[in-house]
């Protein structure tokens, strides 16, 4: 697949704003294996495969596990996940699919359990920087398979 357009080189204030999210989050007080574990569920509900294959490859060299990985669509039928992580999945998946009935006080309460009120302001900012990610990247066909880990930060040092 060929890319439609890059973004970056085509609107750079765009995507200067867009990386401005990621920037914010590097220095959130989440755990950035979580923040990947749900970057990783929200690409997978949206089917981008760059960001899969980015977040995959991410969680790789932060140590994830094979089985945590490849069973994460799955994540409600294992035991492999924390109540943090379940909690953050469920959050991400409910703010992410809100076609499917908005995000209910069951979702959130279990959220609050486990998140503070900051901790989960950033899980939701997180949620929305990655929906905007895949949506650029599969409406612009960014092809997939070519990211490397600490790759962004490298362009951002040189830039």
Same mark, same amino acid.
């Given at each position: 697949? +060929?890319? @439609?357009? /890059?973004?970056?080189?085509? /609107?750079? %204030?765009?995507?200067?704003?867009?990386? %401005?999210?990621?920037?914010?989050?590097?220095?959130?007080?989440?755990?950035?294996? *979580?923040?990947?574990?749900?970057? *990783?569920?929200?690409?997978?509900?949206?089917?981008?495969?760059?960001?899969?294959?980015?977040?995959?490859?991410?969680?790789?060299?932060? %140590?994830?596990?094979?089985?945590?990985?490849?069973?994460?669509?799955?994540?409600? +039928?294992?035991?492999?996940?924390? $109540?943090? $992580?379940?909690?953050? *999945?469920?959050? !991400?998946?409910?703010?992410? /699919?809100?076609? =499917?009935?908005?995000? !209910? =006080? +069951?979702?959130?309460?279990?959220? @609050?359990?486990?998140? !503070?009120?900051? +901790?989960?302001?950033?899980?939701?900012?997180?949620?929305?920087?990655?929906?905007?990610?895949? @949506?650029?990247n599969i409406a612009f066909r960014t092809p997939a398979g070519t990211y490397q880990p600490g790759q962004l930060e490298k362009l951002k040092k040189s830039a």
């Amino acid at each position: 697949m +060929e890319a @439609r357009i /890059n973004i970056a080189k085509v /609107n750079p %204030g765009s995507y200067k704003v867009m990386y %401005g999210f990621t920037e914010y989050l590097a220095k959130a007080t989440l755990d950035k294996k *979580l923040m990947n574990l749900v970057f *990783l569920r929200v690409s997978q509900i949206n089917g981008c495969a760059f960001c899969l294959d980015m977040h995959w490859k991410d969680l790789k060299a932060q %140590g994830e596990s094979d089985q945590r990985l490849y069973s994460l669509d799955a994540w409600r +039928e294992t035991t492999f996940y924390s $109540e943090r $992580e379940r909690a953050a *999945l469920m959050w !991400s998946e409910a703010t992410t /699919n809100i076609r =499917d009935g908005h995000v !209910s =006080d +069951e979702v959130f309460e279990q959220a @609050r359990a486990q998140f !503070s009120e900051q +901790e989960l302001a950033d899980l939701t900012l997180a949620v929305v920087a990655i929906n905007g990610w895949n @949506r650029l990247n599969i409406a612009f066909r960014t092809p997939a398979g070519t990211y490397q880990p600490g790759q962004l930060e490298k362009l951002k040092k040189s830039a």
